[in-house]
């Protein structure tokens, strides 16, 4: 499989401020990468699909405007939670699609 | 619809006990992956197994073992003589298309405490 970078691997931030969470492919270029949430003692669910180049694909319910994504090369996508608030807190985990999928270390945001 | 059940909470078990974890699944496709992650209390998914819709024949990797099960829609996961360390969340998935790149559908996950 891939390996995945992510960073960083746990951030906190003031209630308003916006917070930009990276995933790198570091051996595979991926002109798709899966972005993730996974609330306290839940499952991981999908919250959107990063297109190189491109709009990245929001499952329903997800705010596109408070989560950004950016997929600028082969190699990283970004993922940044806007105004962020309490209710934001979350481990935020990215993929990509090879062998399967691999995934990063995950993200643990917390927002006070 | 496509869904992946883990109706297995949370299981306890003394160490050197085996221990199964159901994973029942829900899908129209008739190409399809199915997967087990091990989530240990840092968060990281540890990828354990792939397996795709046309292979039904069951794995053994040292401790680990897996039954698929079409005919039932079953992928279950057992560990023998399970050990403290194996102690972490499980999540069974489903990813479908030919290629397995599709989203994953994740079950609820398993919660396995091994109790020396």
């Known amino acids: 499989g891939a390996v995945v970078s992510q960073h960083p691997s746990w951030v906190i931030c003031k209630s308003g401020t916006s917070v930009k969470i990276e995933c790198r492919s570091l051996?595979?270029?991926?002109?798709?990468m899966f972005w993730y949430r996974q609330f306290p003692k839940q499952s991981l669910m999908l919250m959107a699909t990063?297109?190189?180049?491109?709009?990245?694909?929001?499952e329903q319910g997800v705010e596109k405007d408070k989560f950004l994504i950016n997929h600028a090369s082969l190699t990283l996508s970004t993922l940044t939670v806007t105004s962020a608030h309490p209710e934001d807190s979350s481990f935020y985990i990215c993929?990509?699609?090879?062998?399967?999928?691999?995934f990063g270390s995950g993200t643990r945001l917390t927002v006070v | 619809a496509q869904k992946v059940t883990q109706a297995q909470t949370e299981i306890s078990v003394v160490e050197k006990e085996d221990v199964t974890l159901d994973c029942v699944y829900e899908?129209?496709?008739?190409?399809?992956?199915l997967f087990w992650y091990k989530q240990p209390p840092s968060g990281e998914l540890v990828f354990l197994i792939r397996?795709?819709?046309?292979?039904?024949q069951n794995e053994i990797s040292g401790r680990y073992s897996w039954n698929f099960q079409k005919s039932t829609s079953s992928f279950n996961f057992t560990i023998t003589a399970s050990q403290v360390v194996d102690s972490a969340v499980y999540f069974c998935?489903?990813?479908?298309?030919?290629?397995?790149?599709?989203?994953?559908?994740f079950g609820t996950g398993t919660r396995l405490k091994v109790l020396a």
């Open positions: 993929s990509v699609p090879r062998g399967g999928y691999t």
């Open positions: 051996d595979f270029q991926a002109t798709t």
């Open positions: 990063s297109n190189e180049g491109s709009k990245a694909t929001y």
């Open positions: 899908t129209r496709d008739t190409t399809y992956y």
């Open positions: 397996r795709n819709s046309f292979d039904e």
């Open positions: 998935a489903l990813s479908e298309g030919i290629s397995g790149t599709y989203k994953y559908i």
